[in-house]
């Protein structure tokens, strides 16, 4: 069982997990990069039901590329993202790796909206890409 840590740049949330990741990966499409502000998101998913957060992140919704709702939690004061809950996936949390404390687990398979990956990123290593959100 991996375990997962976690705050954001500030401080005032932080999160910790206990689970088998479900996925690991990167993605591209454009309302990653709008949130993060980079070329991609990497995230871990884990059942949400192993998270437990401290502090009070703030949550904003739009909608994905399925039609569903994406949920996007962020320190209120500091502004990292720290995590997203897509409708589309029932009972996952994905937590961005960049507030985690220990990255050195974060092994990522797989690539999605490479459709919308900037020109320039080329990630290493052996991972399946997906033109969009594999079915």
Do not use: N
């Not at 993060?36 to 192993?50: L, W």
């Not at 320190?75 to 029932?90: I, N, V, Y």
């Amino acid at each position: 069982m991996a375990k997962f840590s976690g705050a954001c740049l500030c401080g005032a949330v932080s999160y910790s997990a206990e689970a088998e990741p479900i996925f690991m990966g990167v993605c591209h499409c454009r309302d990653c990069q709008r949130a993060t502000g980079s070329a991609f998101e990497p995230v871990v998913a884990i059942p949400d039901a192993s998270l437990t957060v401290r502090g009070s992140p703030k949550t904003f919704s739009s909608k994905g590329a399925s039609g569903m709702g994406v949920h996007r939690s962020f320190c209120p004061d500091c502004g990292s993202t720290l995590m997203s809950r897509a409708e589309a996936m029932a009972g996952v949390v994905m937590l961005t790796t960049g507030p985690m404390d220990d990255t050195s687990e974060f092994k990522p398979s797989m690539q999605i909206f490479c459709e919308t990956a900037q020109p320039w990123v080329e990630l290493g290593g052996d991972m399946q890409r997906f033109a969009r959100m594999p079915g």
